[in-house]
């Protein structure tokens, strides 16, 4: 059974900074594709950041390239995510969402989120 579980979340005034975690369970994590998505109310669930199973390759989504960092422990089956020079609009619900190496397409497992919320 696949568990995903976030954990870092919490109000930071803006330009501040928080890391993000997510410890898989489950899975091997070193063969599965690791993702944050984020939603905040109101708005539908947005890609943020990617990371290959390898950890070799990233992408960002262009709202928070440049301040985010995405980074993997395969040996602990932990993601994180650097957040810097937070801004207002990054308040949301911080998914993170695996998805094995040989699959495409939707992310099959989700995390239950974990909050940030970034004061002016």
């Known amino acids: 059974q696949v568990q995903l579980v976030e954990s870092g979340g919490g109000l930071v005034q803006a330009g501040g900074s928080l890391r993000l975690s997510c410890a898989a369970s489950?899975?091997?994590?070193?063969?599965?594709?690791m993702a944050w998505f984020r939603q905040a109310p109101g708005k539908e669930r947005e890609f943020v950041a990617h990371?290959?199973?390898?950890?070799?390759?990233?992408n960002y989504a262009d709202s928070v390239k440049g301040r985010f960092t995405i980074s993997r422990d395969n040996a602990k089956n932990t993601l994180h995510l650097q957040m810097a020079s937070l801004k207002p609009e990054d308040t949301a619900l911080y998914y993170c969402a695996a998805r094995h190496v040989a699959a495409s397409g939707e992310y099959p497992y989700w995390g239950q989120g974990t909050q940030v919320t970034v004061s002016s």
């Open positions: 990371i290959s199973w390898t950890g070799e390759s990233s």
């Open positions: 489950g899975v091997t994590f070193r063969v599965y594709n």
